[in-house]
């Protein structure tokens, strides 16, 4: 099955089992926060949702959790994953958890079969953005809502104590990611993208995660130079920035002093109730 994306777990530089930690403390570390905004975008317990890029089932958990009267379908292409999200969670299911191994690009489902479809960091990774967006309006009901969090790295976030070389080591990741077919600025693009593909009501948010807030550990993992030695070995990180990386990476820590902030996008679009 074509991925028509950026993203492999079996490519990750730091090897599947970390990746899925990695992954699961990215998930968890402000989901009270995330929930927050998805019910002011309109969720609620009762909903048919989908979970479009579950991966390990991480975000699919606590949806469970949080919508006792819910049916969620858990979505992914990876059969890896979906087997990861499956023997964690299909003895909590009481049937209300359904699993799809299926391309974001053809889900395979009915016309208007959700309520609301949440897509977590994975169109920064899509090749084909716009395509996606649409055959998610397909299989939402008449206003239904999709919501997208994703990232932007020109408007990334900060660490404490400042780190030179990030902007520049940011450009080169995302020139890369780029040139692969992704879009690691897609933040920015998501209320274009959303009103190009159709949907009205669009709006958008940010959600802010802080160190001193939400802990370090989230931090760490996303900052782990291990994450970045396979574009140093082949020259798109240069050894001064990887040492910066580190240095920086061991600050964070270590030091009581240092933190670190990222910012996460929401933006949300309600598909038309009928022809106007």
């Not at 994953?81 to 009481?94: D, T």
């Not at 939402?140 to 070389?165: Q, W």
């Not at 709006?203 to 001193?212: G, K, L, P, V, W």
């Amino acid at each position: 099955m074509k991925h028509s994306s950026t993203y492999n777990i079996q490519n990750s530089s730091i090897g599947l089992e970390a990746e899925i930690i990695r992954l699961k403390v990215q998930a968890l570390m402000a989901w009270e926060k995330e929930y927050r905004s998805l019910q002011w975008f309109g969720l609620q317990d009762g909903m048919m949702v989908l979970d479009a890029g579950c991966g390990p089932g991480f975000v699919t958990e606590k949806l469970m959790e949080s919508l006792p009267n819910s049916e969620i379908t858990a979505l992914d292409i990876d059969e890896q994953l979906i087997n990861q999200a499956k023997s964690r969670l299909e003895p909590l299911s009481e049937a209300r958890l359904h699993f799809v191994q299926a391309s974001i690009y053809n889900t395979g489902f009915q016309d208007e079969v959700f309520d609301f479809v949440i897509v977590r960091l994975l169109f920064l990774h899509l090749h084909h953005p716009l395509e996606a967006a649409k055959e998610l309006m397909r299989i939402l009901k008449p206003g239904g809502k999709l919501v997208i969090i994703d990232i932007d790295d020109g408007l990334f976030g900060v660490i404490h104590p400042d780190m030179d070389d990030l902007p520049s080591i940011l450009q080169k990741i995302a020139r890369s990611q780029h040139a692969k077919g992704g879009n690691r600025y897609i933040g920015r693009s998501l209320p274009r993208l959303l009103t190009e593909a159709g949907y009205r009501n669009v709006d958008m948010d940010a959600i802010i995660q802080h160190s001193d807030l939400h802990g370090v550990e989230g931090f760490k993992q996303q900052f782990n130079t291990n994450r970045f030695k396979g574009m140093h070995d082949i020259g798109i990180i240069s050894d001064s920035e990887f040492e910066s990386m580190k240095k920086s990476y061991e600050e964070l820590s270590n030091s009581e002093q240092s933190y670190a902030m990222m910012i996460f996008f929401i933006a949300c679009g309600s598909k038309p109730l009928g022809d106007l």
